[in-house]
């Protein structure tokens, strides 16, 4: 397994893998929601700046996991990134995950980044218990943040302090 950097020739099998995810009904995107494509995403791993990031997980040519640390442009916000993170189906549970936030961490100290900061659907209980492998904690709760299959769904905001 590699974990690297994201790069634009990366784009069209990134799209892919998020579209897969999504399909979870875990994402903040309902399955087939999400229109973005290969290209759109290639010019933003393009223009992507120094305080955020896109780190892969690879097996064999294939990208089975993905990890987004976004920087906001606001001064106040610079010390933070907020994350969104997915893994291919039928890998899941098998440390790639771990490997992505190790990765973030690194990153994220090379950076002098303080803050990461997530959110996740409350009854998640596979990604929560990484999150929090990982040394973040829960900050809050989003009450009747999303409506899927028809019933209101909370989500946890987490973070980790550096």
Do not use: C
Not at 39 to 52: H, I, N, P, W, Y
Not at 57 to 69: N, Q
């Amino acid at each position: 397994m590699i974990i690297r950097k994201a790069v634009p020739a990366d784009a069209e099998q990134l799209a892919e893998l998020m579209k897969h995810v999504e399909e979870s009904n875990y994402m903040l995107f309902e399955p087939g929601e999400r229109k973005t494509t290969s290209e759109q995403l290639q010019k933003r791993l393009v223009a992507m700046d120094q305080k955020s990031i896109v780190i892969v997980a690879e097996e064999e040519m294939e990208l089975k996991g993905y990890l987004f640390a976004i920087n906001e442009e606001i001064n106040r916000k610079q010390h933070s990134v907020y994350v969104a993170v997915g893994i291919r189906q039928g890998v899941r549970g098998k440390g790639i995950g771990t490997k992505l936030f190790m990765a973030l961490e690194k990153w994220a100290t090379e950076k002098k980044l303080h803050r990461i900061e997530l959110t996740v659907l409350e009854h998640n209980e596979a990604a929560i218990a990484l999150y929090i492998k990982m040394g973040f904690e829960v900050e809050g709760i989003k009450r009747d943040s999303l409506l899927i299959d028809g019933k209101y769904v909370n989500e946890l905001y987490m973070s980790k302090l550096m």
